[in-house]
């Protein structure tokens, strides 16, 4: 299917690799429509379908995107194209002045710049930053690709030229060498600069873990390993420390090579000096304190003979003449040059991962006391619009506008065209974030100037490097009717996940503005980019479609509603006639507020997007409007505080998937009956339904996971149905499925419930979402899952009951339907029988399509807008649309928030802290708002006690934001000088159980005496103290109230402690949640919360407050595609294949996105995962460890994901013998998860099972019994006591007392876990008689101990004693119970006990050579992203 790829080492940076361009990957595409195609493992093909549905599905408009008119053969002449790229790497020798020549790996699409960069990293060229590359005396050009370069060939030799400096280049060697010294410096990644970000696992690993061959082998010797962990990492402990959070690299400890180098106060030269060639002149301190004037000159740097105050620029005797600064301050000082070559060794020594700038930057929020240095680079930075290297960049500042739309008209016919168009728009995208960030902040600081400075502050605009900066109030009463500034605040967010959403439809011709979204210092920073014109115009000329004033005049535009007509499908908007002031009726296809402005360049802008999705009715109480009962049920409508809520786009997907399969099975039901009256007049199956009596608009009942369990999947998109759902253009360049941007929803159903265990991972986990065509037609017996309890009865009673107990014979129904809808889909329903058609047209009203003869369900955004009015004709059509989102809304409420709490007890969601509750609510489509909702859900779910982890978060996320929001306005009434001590007042307030009374700060600049006087004359008025009024009674009742009108949720606490108390929450805990929402960067240090005669934080100890930023994330749909089909193939067993793919995928992703991103994460933790499966440890440690760093560095080093991956490492290094660090890493792992969330959760049970695992290994008995426990403990917790997991634990522990020679204990444990497998899994089982076994095995041993003490008891000390066996387990034994409790084999259910890893491969690799099903082999749960495929996922 896959053109095989070369080898090509991952290294090599942009290799394109000869690749397929894929486009769907069902075997043969031209036989899509006749039925669902096996492939040689017996699944259907359909998890592989790669951009959008199959090419049938494509409609008029979407095809011409791709510039081919026709519908089908546009996409499949394209399929067979195959770029191949000719990529064979070559090296070539270089010789740099002083140096050896040496050899460079280097590969033809290169650029000679990329081996400047390559030498300037280099420890023995890193110095040199002016050269040229010369082949053969000719001037090699910097930006042309090697393989275009004449006689540039295989041992080629490049020279190395020094060139001649301008003062650009000077600047840019002072500026390279500042970087080289600061290079082990990790200030810049605790203050958030420059994309730096913190990483601590070399801490733990004692350097790179790749070098095992070079480094002492003492991971056998069980001697040397010290096991004992520190105390509050121990089960049971109560201590939280801060500090280890944050562990003192030594490499840190910094060298010193210079104590000041800075730019002289005598720049610039003057006129007479220029002309000698003077460029700048720099001022430096030596180490031995030696103090220097140097010249940099065209020649090079040279010491002049000015000092401090006197300027003579003549050179000194000796001047050291050297091309470069570090040649010339080598030879002054000898300091300099001792630790400037032991810092380069260091540097070059740190893993490239740790080095690298992130894509998006990363804030930390702790920080020790970092000196602060003197650096004239900062310095200059700081005042200057500086960007990342703007100076590479002609003209200065960047027309971010131009730059944004020009990389979205790049090409985009095939792979490298896409590739190369991806990677432009991601670049722009994170520089445009960063550029927004900067200006977000210098435009509170008070840095930029308004372009409105007479209006009020909160009124003004700013404009600053080419970005618009509004603030998020309310300006001139424009959200009146709908909230104030509430709505004013929900605006901007809403608007940026509308520029998402057309952003991920990516229609040729429509474009959307940048739009970063910035929280600072308790203010809302809205940055986008500038249309071109659009400042010289009114807004009212420029408006050519939608309305200005949320729709009393509206405007439409005949092109606009070509370009929008094109997203209306994938973004399910409906086209619909609103009526103007003058009564017209205008026909729309978005929302009123969506502007249409064309700019003086052309081009067609769309802007306010912020009613991209329909709005959420829960939340917007109507007049005369009654809600579907179980809404009502739930208690709404309720107030909020705007009227801008919307649902979100994961959740309309999951209703049209959901109605979709309520269409199909109408259908099936309505030709089964016809069916049934032909054949006899008794209709067998329709005791409660008749052909006629379609059921109306069924408010949803079936969780999407239930009622997506089924044996065969159909391939071919039945109906338009799927284009809709898979909500992907399908042009060959399919871009990505909107669904897929930040975080990647759950829009089809889960095929099986446990296919993805573990959704506290971010980004790429679910392998269905772009291709949501995987709508699984035939409904089982368990279409309502056990959620049967919830499931609320259809409207008019008729409950779907003919559904559940009959599948089987339904399914010849299904099979008619599908082929049906089919048929009138292609040929308009010209031959088909009137009575069918009338199937599909009962099928259609029920579900509410807008379409009567195929399914198509679509949203109107204005329904409920204020101050919309609609023409009297579309009436009914308004009416369905009413009932549609009241349905929807239903939905949400009795459908998605069940099916939430469901995956949560059987934990294939594991919610670890806020942002990963956040994420699984947003993949349901739920939004934070129902988050009172859901608490009241799981406090009345029956099974409470295993959703406390989830209850627990839940509460604690609803307190932290109740907090955010009261610490924003808190903070607007703050003036900048007080800063500290009103953050650390207000964290006092929060957290401390002193009855905190704020410090007023002493003024450092009014002197005791006259303080009396100048008390009053603040500037800015007498209130900037009120924040020091704040009481934590106070602050807390606040808390307390603002739960109950924005949650709904009552809170049951009047301070801190009784909510420590109450709750069972941890101090920590709220203050890493209030910080990392707020911004917050505190001193790393032990804080005493508990203290009732001080405060716990002081102003000293807040260090900085941090922007919190949201934008568009532009995704690599290749690479996304290739890596889902490497999931699907690993899931029906091919792992080899799947292994390629994902290589692929790596290769792909590093093209678009550069070496570091979460999806790039991923990938390597998968490509770990298959690494290890497939025997090759070594490579699988080698995946992992970039993984975890990756991590560290994108992520933040105490993200729940983190945490996962640290985990899967410390099993790597354990197979490769590395046991030390294997407990180094498992003892930071539990760390962090206690800093994070506590010891009481589920995740904890397989964490300390681990530890306890590794200390059986090294003989450590008595701690491992205390882990091993306390997972035992936890398990039978949240996965009740009779639960494999616990069966599985119970033999962990048993296994421990055998060890330990205590066999009565032994033996009870081991009975415990026989009595579990024999009530689950019965007698025959394997499980059962492997643990009978053992326990006859223990028996004996217990009755020959026995026999030996009664010996020794009657004979006294001559009694003859038989030798015990008492053996420490092997580490092949201990490896295999890890394996299985991180769910790595497959565990076989034909096969006697597990074989080893080697024969599992090759077996898996003959069933595939045969053919056979792999099925019977793999567990339910297939391997998958972040899975943990769980023990007892057989029963359970």
Not at 441 to 453: C, E, H, S, Y
Not at 1286 to 1310: D, G, M, N, P, T
């Amino acid at each position: 299917m896959v053109s095989k790829t070369d080898d090509i080492p991952a290294s090599v940076p942009n290799c394109n690799v000869n690749t397929v361009d894929l486009v769907g990957e069902t075997p043969d595409r031209k036989e899509t429509s006749k039925g669902p195609h096996k492939d040689p493992c017996g699944h259907s093909v359909d998890t592989a379908v790669m951009n959008g549905g199959g090419a049938h599905d494509l409609s008029e408009e979407e095809s011409k995107q791709d510039g081919a008119g026709d519908t089908d053969g546009g996409e499949d002449s394209n399929e067979q194209e195959v770029i191949v790229i000719q990529d064979t790497g070559f090296t070539v020798k270089i010789q740099a002045p002083g140096t050896e020549p040496f050899d460079l790996q280097v590969s033809p699409q290169e650029m000679v710049q990329e081996i400047h960069q390559v030498l300037m990293d280099r420890e023995d060229t890193c110095h040199r930053t002016c050269f040229s590359l010369q082949l053969d005396g000719n001037v090699l050009d910097n930006f042309a690709e090697l393989k275009s370069i004449e006689g540039l060939q295989e041992g080629s030799l490049l020279k190395v030229v020094e060139e001649p400096y301008t003062v650009r280049e000077a600047r840019i060697h002072v500026r390279h060498i500042r970087d080289l010294l600061k290079g082990l410096d990790p200030s810049d990644a605790y203050n958030g600069v420059d994309c730096n970000s913190l990483s601590f696992l070399s801490v733990f690993t004692d350097g790179d873990l790749g070098d095992s061959g070079k480094r002492k082998k003492k991971g056998s010797e069980l001697e040397q390993i010290d096991c004992t962990p520190p105390e509050h990492i121990l089960p049971g402990s109560k201590e939280r420390p801060l500090l280890p959070l944050q562990p003192q690299n030594k490499d840190w400890k910094p060298m010193q090579c210079l104590k000041v180098l800075t730019m002289s106060g005598w720049n610039p030269p003057p006129g007479n000096r220029k002309m000698h060639g003077d460029l700048m002149y720099l001022y430096m301190v030596t180490v031995e304190e030696r103090h220097i004037s140097i010249t940099a000159s065209t020649r090079g740097f040279y010491l002049n003979q000015s000092t401090t105050y006197t300027f003579n620029p003549k050179p000194a005797n000796p001047s050291f003449l050297s091309h470069s600064l570090v040649e010339l301050l080598s030879q002054i000082s000898p300091a300099f040059k001792k630790n400037f070559t032991a810092l380069q060794k260091k540097r070059v020594q740190r893993h490239p991962f740790e080095r690298i700038a992130t894509p998006f930057q990363v804030y930390s929020w702790t920080a020790p006391q970092v000196d602060h240095t003197m650096d004239c680079v900062r310095a200059e930075d700081a005042y200057t619009s500086r960007l990342g290297y703007e100076e590479h960049i002609p003209g200065q500042t960047r027309d971010w506008n131009e730059e944004l739309q020009t990389t979205r008209e790049l090409a985009r016919k095939n792979l490298p065209e896409r590739l190369l168009r991806e990677r432009a728009i991601f670049k722009v995208h994170s520089d445009f974030a960063a550029a927004a960030t900067r200006g977000s902040m210098a435009v509170i600081d008070g840095n930029v100037m308004a372009i409105n400075p007479g209006e009020e502050t909160r009124m003004q605009m700013f404009i600053w490097n080419n970005i618009f900066f509004s603030l998020g109030f309310d300006v001139r009463d424009h959200y009146r009717e709908l909230g104030g500034d509430a709505a004013a605040h929900a605006a901007p967010t809403n608007d940026l996940n509308g520029v998402r959403a057309y952003g991920a439809v990516d229609v040729e011709g429509l474009y959307t503005l940048g739009t970063v979204v910035v929280d600072y210092r308790g203010y809302r920073v809205t940055a986008q980019s500038i249309i071109p014109g659009i400042l010289e115009r009114e807004q009212e000329q420029s408006v050519i479609y939608g309305s200005i004033d949320f729709g009393k005049t509206v405007v439409s535009h005949g092109k606009y509603l070509e370009l929008l007509e094109r997203t209306s499908r994938p973004l399910k908007v409906q086209r619909h006639n609103v009526l103007n002031e003058k009564d017209e009726s205008m026909e729309l296809c978005s929302s009123v507020e969506c502007k249409g402005i064309i700019g003086n360049d052309g081009r067609h802008y769309i802007l306010d997007l912020l009613r991209t999705f329909p709005p959420d009715l829960n939340f917007l109480p109507v007049e005369g409007e009654e809600l579907s009962p179980e809404s009502v049920r739930q208690g709404f409508p309720r107030q909020h505080r705007h009227r801008l809520a919307c649902l979100r786009q994961e959740l309309i997907e999951a209703f049209v998937e959901h109605r979709y399969l309520l269409f199909m099975k109408m259908a099936a039901l309505q030709l089964m009956q016809q069916k049934a009256n032909k054949e006899s007049k008794l209709a067998t199956l329709t005791e409660n339904s008749s052909p006629g009596a379609a059921v109306p608009a069924l408010p949803s009942t079936e969780t999407p996971d239930g009622s997506a369990e089924s044996s065969e999947t159909s391939t071919e998109t039945l109906t338009d149905a799927n284009s809709d759902a898979a909500q992907t253009e399908s042009t060959s360049d399919a871009p990505q499925a909107a669904a897929t941007e930040t975080t990647t929803t759950e829009a089809a159903p889960k095929t099986e419930p446990m296919t993805e265990t573990d959704s506290s991972a971010t980004t790429t986990t679910n392998a269905s979402q772009a291709t949501p065509i995987e709508v699984n037609v035939v409904p089982t017996v368990t279409t309502n899952g056990p959620l049967v309890p919830f499931a609320t009865a259809i409207q008019n009673g008729e409950c779907e009951s003919p559904l559940e107990g009959k599948a089987e014979d339904i399914i010849p129904g299904l099979a008619q339907a599908k082929e049906l809808a089919e048929s009138l889909d292609t040929e308009d329903g010209s031959g088909i029988d009137p009575k069918s058609r009338e199937v599909v047209l009962n099928a259609c009203k029920a579900v509410g399509s807008i379409s009567n003869t195929s399914f198509d369900i679509r949203f109107n955004p204005d329904i409920f807008s204020p101050g919309v009015r609609f023409p009297e004709d579309s009436a009914d059509d308004i009416q369905k649309q009413k009932q549609l989102l009241k349905d929807a809304g239903a939905f949400l409420v009795s459908c998605q928030i069940p099916s939430l709490v469901k995956d949560c007890l059987d934990h294939s969601a594991l919610p670890m802290d806020g942002a990963t509750l956040t994420e699984a609510l947003h993949q349901r489509g739920i939004n934070v708002r129902y988050l009172g909702n859901v608490l009241a859900f799981v406090d009345k779910t029956p099974a409470k006690a295993q959703l406390e982890h989830f209850y627990r978060i839940g509460i604690s996320e609803l307190i932290t934001r109740c907090a955010k929001h009261i610490f924003k306005t808190y903070l607007q009434g703050v003036e900048l000088s007080a800063l500290s001590a009103a953050v650390s007042h207000f964290l006092n307030c929060f957290l401390s159980s002193f009855d905190a009374v704020a410090h007023l700060p002493a003024d450092e600049l009014v002197s005791r005496r006259k303080n009396r006087k100048r008390r009053n004359r603040v500037p800015g008025g007498g209130d900037n103290t009120a924040w020091a009024s704040l009481t934590p009674s106070e602050l807390w009742k606040n808390i307390v109230s603002e739960a109950q009108s924005y949650y709904h949720f009552t809170l049951h606490c009047e301070n801190a402690d009784q909510v420590v108390e109450k709750y069972g929450l941890q101090k920590i805990t709220l203050l890493r949640e209030i910080s990392i929402k707020a911004g917050i960067q505190i001193l790393i240090k032990e804080y005493n919360f508990d203290s009732r005669h001080k405060p716990a934080f002081t102003e000293e100890d807040i260090l900085n407050i941090f922007p919190v930023v949201k934008h568009v994330n532009p995704k690599a749909s290749d690479a996304f595609h290739f890596f889902q089909s490497g999931q699907a193939k690993v899931q029906q067993g091919y792992l080899k294949e799947g292994c390629e793919l994902i290589n692929e995928a790596l290769n792909l992703f590093n093209n678009v996105y550069g070496a570091m991103h979460v999806e790039i994460c991923a990938c390597l933790r998968l490509l770990a995962r298959l690494n290890y499966i497939m025997g090759d440890h070594h490579e699988a440690l080698s995946n992992q460890q970039k993984a975890v760093l990756m991590s560290e560095r994108v992520l933040g080093v105490e993200h729940p994901n983190t945490i996962q991956e640290y985990m899967h490492l410390a099993l790597y290094c354990f197979a490769n013998g590395q046991l030390s660090t294997a407990l180094k890493l498992l003892y930071r792992a539990r760390y962090l998860m206690l800093m994070v969330c506590g010891e009481d959760h589920p995740e904890m049970a397989l964490l300390d099972s681990n530890i306890g695992l590794v200390l059986h290994g090294v003989m450590e008995y008595d701690l491992s019994l205390r882990f091993l426990e306390n997972a035992l403990a936890i398990n039978s917790k949240y996965h009740g006591p009779r639960s494999l997991k616990v069966a599985l634990s119970h033999h962990l522990v048993a296994r421990v007392y055998e060890s330990k020679a205590e066999f009565r204990s032994a033996l009870q444990q081991e009975k415990e876990g026989y009595t579990i497998y024999k009530n689950q899994v019965g007698e025959a089982h394997e499980k059962t008689k492997e643990s009978s076994e053992y326990l006859k095995y223990l028996t004996q041993q217990a009755v020959a101990l026995q026999r030996t003490m009664n010996e020794i008891y009657k004979n006294g000390s001559n009694a003859s004693i038989m030798p015990l066996k008492f053996t420490a387990p092997s580490m092949a034994s201990v490896l295999e119970q890890l394996n299985i409790i991180n769910g790595i084999i497959f565990i076989p259910l034909s096969q006697k006990d597990l074989e080893n890893l080697k024969a599992e491969v090759q077996r898996r690799q003959q069933l595939q050579e045969s053919g056979k099903s792999v099925e019977d082999l793999t567990v339910h749960s297939p391997l998958e992203l972040e899975d943990k495929i769980p023990m007892d996922v057989n029963v359970d």
